[in-house]
Structures are given as C-alpha cells and as structure tokens.
C-alpha cells in the first residue's frame, strides 16, 4: 500500500509517510481507523520485540537489545503510532466512540513498550500516555454514566503491576499521575479507580529514596508529594466520584500503612529501616487520610439520599444472615440489617476498620502505635454513627479475632514477645478499655442489644483465657491483669448473665495455670 500510495503522488517518502498518518487520523472512518491502528501496531511490536514468534503471535515478550532503536529513533512505529492516538483526541469531529475503540487499540502496545528494555522507548511511551490523558481531560467531559476515563488511566496502572516495570518508569507513572491531579483533578472522575490502583503497587528502593515519598510529616505536616493526589480526592465536591472510588482509595493508603515492602522483613510485623528514610513518614499522614475518609463516610451516611459506592462488592464482609451459621439468639444477625441500606456504604465502611484491625498486628513494629490509636479513636466514632449496634458488631467480628489472630502468631516461641510484647500489651489493654466503655454505656440503653453485649464480653474473657494461658510470663500476667480490671471496673453492672460468663472464664483461666501442677 505504501508504495502505491508514493507512485501515484511522486512525493519525498517521508512527507508522503507523514500526509498518510495524518489523513488516516482524521479522514479515515472507525472500522478503517482501527484496522490501521491495529497494522500500525503489529509492525510496531516486531519493531521493538524479538522475542516474536513466526506464527505472527505478538503478545508481550521479554524485550530484546535495542540495537536497531539506538541508530534509527525518529523511525520507530511507536512515535507513528503515538502520534496519531494524540491527532485522534485532538480531532474534535470525531465522536467518543471513536476515541475509545482506537485507545483498545493503541493502549495495550504502549504498555508493552513501557516495559522495553530501552529507556528511550519506555520513557516515549509513557510520554505518549500522559499526553494523551491530559488532552482528554482538558478538552473532554466525561458524560454521567460512562466510564471512559477509568479506561483512560488503565494503562498506568497495567504498567505498574507489571514485573518487568523498573524504577525509572515507576518513577516516570508516578510523577505523571501527580502532575494529571495536579492539573486537572476534577476532571478525572471514573479514572480515581486505576489511579489509586497504580499508586498501590509503588515500592520504596533499597538504595535511595524516592522525591515523591519524602517528607517529614511532624509538627509542620510537609508531606510527601504522592499524598497530594489523596488530598485532591478527599476535597473532591462530587460525592458519588468518592463514592465510586472509596475501596481503591482506603485499599491505597492502606499500602503505605502496611509499609511500601522494599525493606527486609524478618517476620511480619518486625522492619529494619532503610538508611535516611522513615517509612513512618507514609504511615502517619496515610493514617490521617483515613480518619479523614471514615468522617466523610459518617456524614454520608446521615443524608436522606445516598450514592452507590460501586466498589463495595470488593469488601470481604462477614455472610448475610441467611448465610450464616451463628445462632439468631446471639443477635449478630440483624446488626447489618439495622444499618444496611444497600448503598454499600456500611460495607465500604467495614472494609476500612478490618484493614485496619488486620494491620495493628501485621504492619512494621514502627506503625502500630499509630495505627492503634487511630483504630480506636474510629471504634469509639461508630457509637455516634452508625450507632452502638455497629459498634459493638465491630468489636465482635473484627477486633477480638485479630487480637486472637495476633497472639496465636508465636506459637509458643518465647522470643517472639521480646519484640512483640509491648505493642501487643498496648493493644490488649485498649481493647479492655473499649469494651468496659461499652458496656458501662449501653447495659442500661433501651437499644435492645444485651445479646451482643453478652457475646462481646463472652469473646474477650475467651480471649484473655488463652492469653493467661500463653507460656511468656509477660503475656500470662497481662490476661491476668485484663480480668481483673474488667471485673472490678465493670462488675457491679453486671447481669447474672454476665457474672455467669466471668465465672465460666475465671474456672477456665484457673484449669489453664494449674494444668503443670496437676
């Protein structure tokens, strides 16, 4: 066809080379427009790969040596191809449907090129993919109900979970995301998904610090520049756009919490410090953004009218009563319902306080303090709203079972509560002083749930059982020291009930230390 097409018009190879790209781009109609796209890309891709095999199959391959991309860079079918994605989201004639049919096109192949061994090539084709993101977003309104820009920012977050993704381009994607925010954040809308996504699967390096992870958050909060994203979706004034992206977001910052897994771990929860870098610096301004997120999440949930949080389907929620096997008189299985609207709200909701009562006992040994007051401070928040029902819900399915969850992790190795004790002591000592405050608020409510106050305190003395039972005499001692607290602090608001379970408990702490002797 190239060659016809120089024949007839007798012009220099390269302006004809040019004139076809450009009357392709803006002349051609969509099935015309997407088999060149396609052609341009299959030419492309045996361009850059040689890992190709002969029967035409060229799915991402390890890239081979750039040999023929160092001499001849102005020749490559990437820049064709590149270019004429931008002159497609440039050419206002033409309708969205166009745009995205040739960016299934043209997005896949500049994921793959990203990942080419060649910084040059990489580094053009995330280029091309930041360009083509902010001529979309500053000319393009994404109309309600379609979700072009969350396929619009898919390919970052391809590239990031992407093994062969080095640093330079992880990099390159994050300072591109920053600059996009940064820019044109309420535009972004559907593609907050992808982003935070991308952001997910960013990694600290062993031998420097990255700028956009550096800052000092302390009594002048300077945060590191990759927060700014969060801050610039936490403002947003369109609430069903938080609502569409709230589980990527809390999962996001739960990333840094958890910590950014570039350093050596001895074992969950211990971390060795990269030199000049304190990963606390992540931690504590992520752990605000989460704070900030369940306030937002309360006053949503007092509006008469809701969003649909569309990703609350990805939150791991304990089973509808139909599907569980707890006994109705325990009174778990109407919790939800009393709360639950549908919206998925709650559930976007529980997801944030499970990640965090999952990472008290699994994030780096520097974390949990932080993470500790902030998981209480919002455990005691819910007794507003919601309200004490989902309060005491929380305290039963995610509180307790992690604490139980944290104390079987020794498995009877003494040395591991060298380490582990005092947060672990710190954590058992709140979570006592949450239940007392629980039950000395709501014994004598008239909001019907002594069935739950009965199995919340049930659960803990099972709890402290097993810790009085542990062989580390610091772990023996502080169950010993819980018991006693709860009984003298709370006891004389006890039901008959509720002296029946202590007494159960303290017979089953006595058989426990005695079990040597006997």
């Not at 060795?272 to 900030?292: E, K, N, Q, W």
């Not at 949930?301 to 990703?311: N, Q, R």
């Not at 709140?430 to 009965?454: A, P, Q, R, T, W």
Request: with cysteine; charged share 20%.
């Amino acid at each position: 066809m190239f060659s016809t097409v120089l024949i007839e018009l007798c012009l220099p190879p390269s302006l004809t080379y040019k004139w076809l790209f450009e009357e392709a781009a803006t002349k051609l109609n969509m099935v015309g427009l997407v088999g060149f796209l396609q052609q341009l890309r299959k030419a492309s891709q045996s361009q850059l790969f040689n890992s190709i095999t002969e029967t035409g199959d060229y799915s991402l391959a390890m890239p081979g040596d750039a040999k023929s991309t160092l001499d001849r860079r102005s020749a490559l079918h990437l820049f064709r191809l590149g270019e004429a994605m931008l002159r497609i989201v440039r050419n206002k004639n033409r309708p969205l449907l166009h745009m995205m049919r040739a960016w299934s096109v043209v997005a896949p192949h500049l994921v793959e090129a990203a990942c080419h061994k060649d910084r040059h090539v990489s580094q053009k084709a995330v280029s091309f993919i930041h360009d083509v993101l902010t001529e979309v977003l500053t000319s393009w309104a994404e109309l309600l109900h379609f979700h072009f820009n969350e396929a619009l920012f898919r390919p970052f977050e391809h590239i990031m979970q992407l093994e062969l993704c080095d640093e330079d381009v992880q990099d390159q994607v994050v300072t591109s995301i920053g600059e996009l925010v940064e820019m044109c954040s309420p535009q972004i809308l559907s593609g907050w998904r992808p982003l935070f996504s991308a952001l997910r699967t960013v990694h600290s390096s062993k031998t420097d610090t990255k700028d956009y992870l550096l800052g000092e958050y302390s009594m002048g909060k300077s945060q590191a520049p990759v927060f700014d994203v969060f801050e610039a979706f936490i403002n947003t004034d369109n609430i069903q756009v938080f609502a569409n992206a709230a589980t990527d977001y809390i999962m996001c910052l739960m990333k840094f919490v958890k910590g950014l897994g570039e350093v050596d771990y001895k074992e969950i929860g211990d971390c060795i410090h990269v030199s000049g870098f304190s990963s606390t610096d992540l931690c504590v301004p992520a752990l605000d953004y989460l704070h900030r997120c369940s306030q937002l999440l309360a006053k949503i949930y007092k509006m008469p009218s809701k969003p649909v949080f569309l990703g609350a389907r990805l939150a791991s929620l304990p089973m509808r009563p139909q599907e569980r096997s707890i006994s109705s008189e325990d009174g778990i299985d109407c919790v939800l319902q009393e709360f639950d609207d549908d919206t998925g709200l709650i559930q976007v909701w529980i997801l944030l306080l499970e990640q965090l009562t999952a990472a008290v006992s699994n994030c780096p040994r520097q974390h949990q303090p932080p993470t500790l007051e902030l998981l209480f401070t919002l455990l005691r928040e819910v007794t507003a709203v919601p309200g004490p029902g989902f309060a005491i819900f929380a305290v039963i399915q995610l509180l307790l079972p992690v604490m139980l969850l944290w104390l079987q992790r020794s498995h009877g190795d003494h040395s591991y509560w060298d380490v582990a004790a005092a947060n672990f002591k710190h954590a058992i000592g709140l979570s006592c002083e949450l239940v007392v405050e629980h039950v000395n608020s709501f014994i004598h409510s008239d909001i019907g749930c002594e069935s739950l106050i009965n199995l919340m305190l049930k659960d803990l003395f099972k709890l402290l059982v097993v810790c009085v039972s542990e062989p580390a005499e610091t772990i023996s001692r502080v169950g010993c020291s819980c018991i006693r607290y709860v009984l003298v602090t709370v006891g004389p608001v006890f039901t008959e009930e509720m002296w029946r379970l202590a007494c159960c408990a303290l017979q089953d702490a006595f058989s426990a230390t005695l079990e040597p002797v006997k």
